[in-house]
């Protein structure tokens, strides 16, 4: 069945970076494009970044351009979400999910939190 | 770009239906049919249930369906059950690569 296994959330300072990393199983990982999606506490979801299945083309919400990087290793299966320059306001759950393309979210994974506060 | 517009609550009794509106512009909800419906339990990851306006993935029950008129979309939930009761959220294709999400409503089963 699809798994989809997000890691490396924490606590982090405000200005520091931290790398998120989503282990995908279950399915054909170079066939599908990739999104990650944040959910700040008790917030509703917001899209932050999108990788299509090759990775040649990559999108980003507009509050995070220039701050983070979405890529992905096919040989690992895995999918990456670089960030740096971490503000408070990028505190969340941040889920990576497979696309149906850009245009839509489909399966997600559980989750992982990051907290940005000195 | 803004988020879409959810009543913030919805409610209905087991077996009736109960419908979620999510009003965006003609800029995403009304320039394309890209528009789908996701479920969030406390707790737990969001799920699919309605992509591309009105198509259903494979194992969400047809008592779930997806209208559009204008710049706004529709979640119709029919025969509610109790394990319906959750967050829900809309989201819309917005063009030059932009997803854009709406505020979520909760749906009460009385």
């Known amino acids: 069945q699809v798994q989809l296994v997000e890691s490396g959330g924490g606590v982090v300072q405000p200005g520091r970076s931290l790398r998120l990393s989503c282990a995908a199983s279950g399915f054909t990982f170079s066939s599908y494009a990739m999104h990650w999606v944040r959910q700040a506490p008790g917030k509703g979801l917001e899209w932050v970044a999108f990788i299509s299945y090759d990775g040649n083309n990559k999108y980003y919400a507009d509050s995070v351009k220039g701050r983070f990087t979405i890529s992905r290793d096919t040989s690992r299966n895995t999918l990456y979400l670089q960030m740096n320059s971490l503000r408070p306001e990028d505190s969340a759950v941040y889920y990576c999910a497979r696309g149906r393309g850009m245009t839509t979210v489909g399966y997600w994974g559980q989750g992982t939190l990051v907290t940005v506060s000195s | 770009q803004s988020a879409l517009t959810q009543p913030p609550s919805a409610s209905g009794s087991p077996g009736q239906s109960v419908t979620i509106s999510c009003t965006g512009t003609s800029s995403d909800v009304g320039g394309y049919n890209y528009v789908s419906w996701y479920q969030q339990h406390p707790g737990k990851a969001p799920k699919l249930m309605i992509y591309?306006?009105?198509k259903r993935p494979s194992g969400v029950p047809d008592r779930f369906s997806g209208s559009k008129s204008g710049n706004t979309a529709s979640l119709t939930v029919s025969g509610l059950q109790a394990e319906d009761e959750a967050d829900y959220y809309c989201s819309s294709y917005a063009g030059s690569n932009n997803l854009v999400f709406g505020t979520g409503t909760k749906v009460t089963v009385l």
């Open positions: 591309e306006v009105s």
